[in-house]
Nanobody, 113 residues
């Protein structure tokens, strides 16, 4: 199973960006999909998750600004990020839980003017 994240880049403060992540390989059923990030010098932190039934969970730091969604027909998970702040700058990772947890390679988001 492989996860391929995309959509990172440079965005100005207050701007928006959408990250996408596609799972491929021997996929039976994906239970939980999620997004995490790791800023320079910091530990990886949880951002958002979505279950197979559509239940979502968000970290307080992004609640109201980020929206997670998934498309089970395409085995993808997306993260719509609005009102971005410089402190959102990090490498963003997608994850998927099947028989084990799988991780994408990360995509860099830089919020700067």
């Amino acid at each position: 199973v492989q996860l391929q994240a995309s959509g990172g880049g440079l965005v100005q403060p207050g701007g928006s960006l959408t990250l996408s992540c596609a799972a491929s390989g021997n996929i039976f059923r994906i239970n939980v999909m999620g997004w995490y990030r790791q800023a320079p010098g910091k530990q990886r932190e949880f951002l958002a998750s979505i279950t197979s039934t559509g239940t979502t969970n968000y970290a307080n730091s992004v609640k109201g600004r980020f929206t997670i969604s998934r498309d089970d027909a395409k085995n993808t998970v997306s993260l719509q990020m609005n009102s971005l702040k410089p402190e959102d700058t990090a490498v963003y990772y997608c994850s998927a839980q099947m028989s084990s947890w799988y991780w994408g390679q990360g995509t860099l988001v830089t919020v700067s003017s």
